[in-house]
């Protein structure tokens, strides 16, 4: 609902900082990932200020950039349907932890760098216990502990638990 391209392609690290390209139906304005002022609230809220305006979300986003068809897409996760495509291209597996991005790669302790010691994935432990409302802090503790149960079993839990996540459009923005 607004020009642009309808894949947003984004470089992002994956297992061992490994770099990929991560595919999403956009849904905001062109040029929003360049937002300085969303660069500096994520850094805060990796760093533990408590000066974010996110109410301590992991999720920072300026809503005036989101377009009125990305609203509807992002409440649902329609949006993040073509990182099926990184799954298949073997970059992401269904569950894990979220790719990060280089900047707040950067500001990591070095316990939230254990996140990045298995392939990110569409859906995981905090996206379905969570989504938006924990913490940073919280959001590494869950993938953390995701990491060290790692198991089919637990894999499939997470997926059947992502559906009505997505259907009931919970904590999406």
């Keep these: 609902s607004s020009p642009g391209p309808i894949i947003f392609k984004q470089k992002r690290l994956g297992e061992n900082g490994k770099s ?3 595919y999403k139906f956009r849904s905001m304005v062109v040029g929003s990932d360049n937002d300085e002022s969303r660069k500096k609230e994520m850094i805060d809220l990796i760093k533990g200020n ?6 301590g979300s992991t999720k920072v986003v300026n809503p005036t950039r ?12 329609l ?11 073997g970059d992401m597996s269904l569950v894990g932890p979220r790719p990060c991005l280089p900047y707040e790669y950067e500001v990591y302790d070095d316990w939230h760098k254990r996140r990045l010691s298995v392939k990110p994935g ?17 959001s590494v503790i869950l993938d953390i502990y995701y990491i060290q149960n790692i198991s089919p079993w637990l894999d499939l839990q997470l997926i059947l638990k992502t559906i ?9 923005e």
Aim: proline share 3%; aromatic share 14%.
């Design 122 to 138: 569409c859906t995981g432990l905090w996206q379905v216990a969570a989504r938006s409302e924990v913490s940073f802090e919280d």
């Design 66 to 77: 989101i377009t009125k068809f990305g609203r509807f897409i992002r409440k649902y996760s």
């Design 20 to 22: 990929l390209y991560f």
């Design 50 to 55: 408590n000066n974010n305006s996110n109410g």
């Design 79 to 89: 949006d993040e349907l073509p990182q099926l495509f990184n799954v298949i291209k």
């Design 164 to 172: 009505p996540v997505m259907i009931k459009g919970k904590g999406g």
